[in-house]
């Protein structure tokens, strides 16, 4: 295999293949936006992005959920050096969050060790209701500290990129969603 790091963006493509089509993508979102519609009923929301994987997803629910929201962003990611589970906050949310309706958006639910970390920072800052929305929940039969309110695409223990996910930095902008082959996992 070529060195991850310096690999071709084509390089993914050719060691991926598609999960989800740009379509069946599209019509999990519309899914999505009528579940987030029917669970908040016309109140007012705070749309709050994880970045930088929730971007895609945060963009093209916005628009149709027809709700009144404010959009505000974070950015956490897990550390993986020794401790496993470590979160580093490099933007916290600018919105006072408290006593509002939150919906947390991000691209994927893997371990689910982000999620709970922004659903914790949320309930800390004092939101009436913290709801998750992400795009793609990862099947891999880990017992996760938490479930999702919304669930756009059930995707297979592999990873995946596109719509928000990344492979090396490359692909977040894909409108399909694939999933290298194992010879490039390793
Ligand atoms: O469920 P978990 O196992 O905690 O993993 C999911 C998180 O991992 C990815 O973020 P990453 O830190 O790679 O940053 P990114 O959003 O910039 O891609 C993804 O965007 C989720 O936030
Ligand atoms: N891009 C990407 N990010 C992840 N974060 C946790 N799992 C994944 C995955 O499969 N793909």
Same mark, same amino acid.
Request: glycine letters at 6%; charged letters at 20%; proline letters at 4%.
């Given at each position: 295999?070529?060195?991850?790091?310096?690999?071709?963006?084509?390089?993914?493509?050719?060691?991926?293949?598609?999960?989800?089509?740009?379509?069946?993508?599209?019509?999990?979102?519309?899914?999505?936006?009528?579940?987030?519609?029917?669970?908040? @009923?016309?109140?007012?929301? @705070?749309?709050?992005?994880?970045?930088?994987?929730?971007?895609?997803?945060?963009?093209?629910?916005?628009?149709?959920?027809?709700?009144?929201?404010?959009?505000?962003?974070?950015?956490?990611?897990?550390?993986?050096?020794?401790?496993?589970? /470590? =979160?580093?906050?490099?933007?916290?949310?600018?919105?006072?969050?408290?006593?509002?309706?939150?919906?947390?958006?991000?691209? @994927?639910?893997?371990?689910? =060790?982000?999620?709970? +970390?922004?659903?914790?920072?949320?309930?800390? +800052?004092? +939101?009436?209701?913290?709801?998750?929305?992400?795009?793609? /929940?990862?099947? *891999?039969?880990?017992?996760?500290?938490?479930? +999702?309110?919304? @669930?756009?695409?059930?995707?297979? *223990?592999?990873?995946?990129?596109?719509?928000?996910?990344?492979?090396?930095?490359?692909?977040? *902008?894909?409108? /399909?969603?694939?999933?290298?082959?194992?010879?490039?996992?390793?």
């Amino acid at each position: 295999m070529q060195a991850a790091q310096t690999a071709s963006p084509d390089h993914w493509i050719n060691q991926s293949d598609v999960v989800f089509t740009a379509a069946e993508v599209s019509a999990a979102i519309d899914r999505m936006a009528a579940q987030l519609r029917a669970l908040v @009923i016309d109140q007012p929301i @705070i749309l709050l992005c994880v970045m930088r994987g929730g971007l895609y997803l945060a963009g093209h629910l916005m628009s149709r959920l027809a709700l009144p929201a404010k959009l505000d962003y974070l950015q956490a990611n897990r550390y993986h050096g020794t401790a496993g589970q /470590e =979160i580093v906050w490099s933007k916290q949310p600018e919105l006072n969050l408290a006593d509002q309706i939150v919906v947390v958006v991000d691209d @994927i639910l893997d371990e689910g =060790i982000t999620l709970a +970390a922004v659903v914790q920072h949320c309930q800390e +800052a004092g +939101a009436r209701r913290v709801l998750t929305a992400v795009l793609t /929940e990862k099947d *891999n039969g880990l017992q996760k500290p938490l479930q +999702a309110d919304v @669930i756009g695409l059930t995707v297979p *223990n592999r990873y995946v990129f596109g719509c928000g996910m990344d492979v090396y930095g490359w692909w977040r *902008n894909l409108p /399909e969603i694939r999933a290298l082959t194992d010879s490039e996992c390793s």
